[in-house]
């Protein structure tokens, strides 16, 4: 009888009811998976709504791009904030900190390259 209550408590938790539901649905939803995946379903509907998924894939790439873009500037205005520090403000820093802030600015130097030769 203890293990007929674990299972019913199980299957009215709410990991326990998606679970069912993934079970019970999983063939739909591997329909649904490889529709998105293939590429044959550009546009969905949901009832009345209809969503162009190609304009939505191309949007959210664009974004990403953009905001690639903009961190790559603010990395660049960063660099030169650590560099005019390195070299104006450096003199009061005691030793270790001296070699911190010459080990961010090489590290973020190298990013910057890496990530600027991936954009080109």
Known sequence: MKHVLDILALILSWQGVVLLAVFVLRKPLIKLVDR????????????????DLGKLVQDGSKAVDNLNEINLIVARGKLIEFEFAERSVGAT????QKKELSLVVRELRLKLRDLEKQNV
Request: proline residues 5%; hydrophobic residues 40%.
């Open 36 to 51: 998105f995946t293939l590429g044959d379903a550009p546009k969905a509907k949901f009832g009345s709504i209809e969503i």
């Open 93 to 96: 820093f005691n030793e270790t």
